[in-house]
């Protein structure tokens, strides 16, 4: 089946579809196959207004208050990488899902599936790192789990970390509240965190040092509510990339997305490492910027005051929302052309978060 609007550009082509008695990597994509699985798998059975709202956290009532509440798995092949690692990782991960859904992060857990074998000096240099990413995002872990496997049945160390924040009142962020005019404004660079993984792997060397862009986005978020608090909805778009995130938004909001290729920064080594490597820049993963739909009115104030943070230095406006085409996101090139941006039928980079 073609996606919404998938028709009206030229060359645009339906997304391969298929069936599966097995889990296959892309089911981990963040892409076309995570999203069959969710929901011919687990939202039928686990089916409620909470999960079926599919934000990056869940908001739930308690005790005459509102509590966020999330949970993520991290798998990262090399458990070390270019500015940062596993652990730093999976705390400022679980942060950002947090609070780029309106919420204050405050408390996390942390489940670790060690094999057997792992240096010790590597588990610790992995738990420190989760210590100074706590610190600097201002949450406390409160409780975890420990479990080890066989050597040869894991990859050194998983980790899960779930996450709870309280959510101000009158504050409601949600991917299905774009509408038409709206502008999306990307806090900063593209593909940094996918492509530093990616550069361990593949043994690339770059003129200068390229490292993962993993942050804790909670002051940045703030701060934008703060100057905002009109904003529609957040993503940090990781797995997947920016486009997964967009057209998860366009899909829940049941409008139409138009990017400018041109307004979307990319730092140069990460474009030529995607060519290289044959990748779209708009599908490789991030840990440190956060994409935002926000009202025509107050697009170019916010994205003035969000190049004053520290984390939001190079933000720019990329695109609008349309009226019509709903579902579907488009980009228009800088010499005119445009082409459909739609979810991967598969995975781009496993192993990557």
Do not use: W
């Not at 089911?27 to 909470?50: E, T, V, W």
């Not at 009532?61 to 730093?88: H, K, M, N, Q, W």
């Not at 859904?101 to 610790?124: D, N, V």
């Not at 593209?190 to 993962?212: P, Q």
């Amino acid at each position: 089946m073609n996606e919404p609007g998938a028709s009206v550009l030229a060359g645009a082509c339906p997304v391969p579809r298929g069936g599966y008695d097995r889990i296959v990597l892309g089911h981990g994509s963040g892409g076309r196959l995570s999203a069959d699985l969710l929901h011919q798998c687990f939202l039928p059975a686990f089916a409620n207004p909470i999960l079926s709202a599919l934000e990056d956290q869940a908001v739930v009532e308690c005790a005459g208050g509102r509590l966020a509440f999330t949970t993520d798995s991290y798998v990262v092949r090399p458990i070390f990488f270019p500015g940062g690692d596993i652990g730093r990782l999976a705390i400022n991960g679980t942060v950002n899902d947090l609070a780029v859904g309106g919420a204050t992060p405050r408390f996390i857990s942390a489940g670790f599936i060690l094999e057997e074998g792992l240096a010790m000096e590597e588990l610790q240099r992995v738990v420190r790192s989760m210590s100074d990413a706590c610190r600097e995002a201002g949450v406390t872990l409160v409780t975890g789990d420990t479990k080890v496997v066989d050597r040869g049945k894991g990859d050194k160390v998983y980790i899960n970390t779930s996450g709870i924040g309280v959510v101000p009142a009158g504050r409601s962020l949600s991917v299905s509240r774009a509408r038409p005019g709206d502008r999306i404004l990307l806090s900063g660079t593209i593909g940094d965190h996918g492509v530093a993984v990616m550069s361990v792997r593949e043994g690339l060397e770059f003129e200068t040092e390229l490292k993962s862009d993993t942050a804790s986005l909670a002051g940045l978020a703030a701060l934008m509510l703060e100057i905002c608090p009109a904003i529609r909805c957040m993503r940090d778009p990781t797995r997947g990339g920016l486009a997964s995130a967009l057209n998860e938004i366009a899909a829940a909001s049941r409008v139409g997305i138009q990017l400018q290729e041109s307004a979307i920064p990319v730092r140069g080594e990460v474009r030529g490492a995607c060519e290289l490597l044959g990748l779209d820049p708009l599908y490789v993963a991030n840990e440190g910027k956060l994409v935002a739909v926000v009202p025509p009115e107050a697009a170019e104030e916010l994205v003035a005051k969000v190049r004053t943070h520290p984390l939001g230095g190079e933000a720019a406006i990329i695109g609008a929302v349309l009226d019509n085409r709903p579902g579907l996101v488009s980009m228009r090139s800088a010499i005119g052309g445009e082409r459909v941006v739609a979810l991967l039928a598969g995975e781009q980079l496993p192993r990557i978060c």
